[in-house]
């Protein structure tokens, strides 16, 4: 079956202009979460979503992100003016449900100029 | 909040040779304890988790991890390497309630011929 996909897998900006960066997750699965990986660091976990509930936003690492996630599959994480410290790699998961295993998606590598 | 430290940021080892990443968490409350692995050019992937019970925890590849509350310790063991091992290792951390999760910066695996 299909696994979690995102898109684009690599975007180029302009200092100042947003972008949006898409998540497939796997058919059925209840929880979706965003991380960024920036170069030589962890991951830093951005959002999570689960079910219908509304989610946790406090991840999110200033008010110029923001995430939703429609019918509880296809999500979205919008950056607004982006700045070159957003420069990064944007990885999305998803699970079956918050105890089980969370399969990650290729990644959109953003690059902000 | 939490944080996880991955003190190594790179080991280096010689195939057949044992090895431990280690990983130490800061947390007050009940945590949840993964390890995750991330080939050359591939995603993420799980390798074990700790959720509860025995705090011996077998993953794939060979690979295990013990909890260890007291030292708030999670380390990764395996007891003689591949090639095929080479890879960079995250541990990571949530809340009892999965609505966060905290990524150590990672230990790049090199195992030599």
């Known amino acids: 079956g299909a696994g979690v996909s995102q898109s684009p897998s690599n975007k180029v900006t302009e200092k100042g202009k947003d972008v949006e960066l898409r998540c497939d997750p796997i058919?059925?699965?209840?929880?979706l979460y965003w991380y960024r990986q920036s170069l030589g660091q962890g991951l830093e976990f951005l959002i999570y979503?689960?079910?219908?509930?509304?989610?946790?936003k406090s991840g999110l690492p200033s008010d110029r992100f923001s995430a939703e996630r429609t019918g509880g599959s296809v999500s979205t994480l919008t950056i607004q003016r982006t700045q070159q410290e957003d420069s990064a790699v944007y990885l999305c998961?998803?699970?079956?449900?918050?105890?089980?295993?969370?399969?990650f998606g290729p990644g959109t590598r953003l690059t902000v100029l | 909040a939490q944080s996880v430290t991955q003190l190594d940021s790179q080991v280096p080892v010689f195939e057949e040779a044992p090895v431990e990443l280690r990983c130490n968490y800061s947390?007050?409350?009940?945590?949840?304890l993964f390890w995750y692995v991330q080939y050359p050019n591939q995603g993420l992937q799980l390798l074990l988790k700790?959720?509860?019970?025995?705090?011996l925890v077998k993953g794939i590849n060979g690979f295990e991890a013990e909890f260890n509350k007291s030292q708030t310790s999670f380390h990764l063991r395996k007891p003689s390497v591949h090639i095929s091992d080479t890879a960079e290792y995250f541990c990571?951390?949530?809340?009892?309630?999965?609505?966060?999760?905290?990524f150590g910066s990672g230990t790049k695996l090199n195992v030599k011929p």
């Open positions: 998961a998803s699970s079956l449900g918050v105890r089980d295993e969370q399969f």
């Open positions: 058919s059925g699965h209840t929880a």
């Open positions: 979503f689960q079910g219908n509930s509304a989610p946790d």
């Open positions: 947390s007050s409350v009940s945590v949840y």
């Open positions: 700790y959720l509860s019970g025995s705090t």
């Open positions: 990571a951390v949530s809340r009892y309630n999965f609505n966060k999760f905290y």
